[in-house]
């Protein structure tokens, strides 16, 4: 006989005890209970993703588990908050014992290394729907923004442009010498917890790498009513994505693919030598409105844009 709604949430979700000092109740009741402490601010995200759209099918569960609430980390950590807890939703069109299993250990192998507890969630049928809502804590009027980029700050990002973008291509058919890296950042993106927590109060605004920095960056231009100039030669590529780029002649693709999670942050120059994570500078925040890219001795508009939902 098939496992109930109630059935699978006991089997594989339930049954833990709670890791996180904030959480107070969890899986079990009508709603779940946090205790936010004194001087701190409850930060919020939920993100979906469907098979099809964000995912392909047949893909192995353990990593889509992983890269379902990395995701949502990520969020967090682009405002410089602590993750504390998560609820889930899944919507599944059949119980798949082995597939739950799989899928259950890369999300709460992950959970655990953050210390997140797993307090609530739904389970229903239908079209396979991953749906992951995160609560973090940041202190009191801490959290970094969009909105705060100020004309003449440095544009840093960590990591690599254009690994999960590649890693996109190889699933797609193209034929890479050297795939692992990109696969990797493909399918089991690293949230940047650590370095969000670093460069609060020092980055004047942040955002994670999620549809492209190319769109990702201008939500902070539009936001901050600023513009940008990047500098094509200081963007940090891995040897596979310049390997592309040669074979393709595709230069953009790293600037408007998306999944790579990392962190894009601007800071004053003065406040330049605070930081203390590995990150590149990449460009300029400009009076100028709009994104310019200067590339082999020419400076040229950046208008195309990464991945949007139904556009």
Request: proline share 5%; with cysteine.
């Amino acid at each position: 006989m098939p496992l109930s709604e109630f059935g699978i949430i006991e089997r594989y979700f339930a049954g833990r005890e709670l890791i996180n000092p904030i959480n107070k109740l969890g899986i079990g009741d009508d709603c779940a209970l946090l205790q936010v402490p004194e001087g701190q601010q409850l930060a919020v995200t939920a993100d979906t993703m469907v098979e099809g759209v964000h995912f392909f099918a047949g893909c192995d569960p353990y990593l889509l588990g992983h890269k379902l609430l990395a995701v949502n980390l990520s969020d967090l950590a682009s405002m410089g908050a602590e993750p504390v807890a998560v609820t889930l939703a899944l919507t599944l069109p059949k119980v798949d014992e082995e597939w739950l299993q799989r899928f259950a250990d890369g999300f709460l192998q992950l959970a655990g290394r953050y210390s997140v507890d797993l307090i609530g969630g739904d389970t229903t049928s239908g079209p396979l729907t991953l749906t992951v809502q995160a609560l973090g804590v940041v202190p009191q009027n801490g959290a970094m923004r969009r909105s705060g980029a100020k004309v003449g700050d440095l544009i840093f990002m960590t990591g690599h442009l254009g690994d999960a973008g590649l890693g996109l291509k190889i699933r797609q058919g193209y034929d890479c010498s050297d795939p692992g890296q990109a696969l990797c950042r493909f399918d089991s993106p690293e949230p940047r917890v650590k370095e969000g927590r670093a460069i609060r109060g020092i980055a004047h605004a942040c955002i994670d790498l999620s549809d492209g920095l190319a769109s990702d960056l201008g939500h902070i231009l539009k936001k901050s009513g600023a513009g940008a100039r990047l500098w094509w030669d200081k963007i940090p590529l891995a040897a596979s994505v310049k390997r592309y780029i040669e074979e393709t002649g595709d230069w953009t693709m790293p600037l408007l693919a998306g999944d790579d999670y990392e962190l894009c942050f601007t800071v004053a120059p003065e406040n330049r030598a605070k930081i203390k994570i590995p990150a590149a500078c990449i460009g300029v925040i400009e009076d100028e409105r709009g994104m310019r890219i200067e590339r082999e001795g020419r400076i040229s508009p950046l208008t195309k844009k990464g991945y949007e939902h139904f556009s």
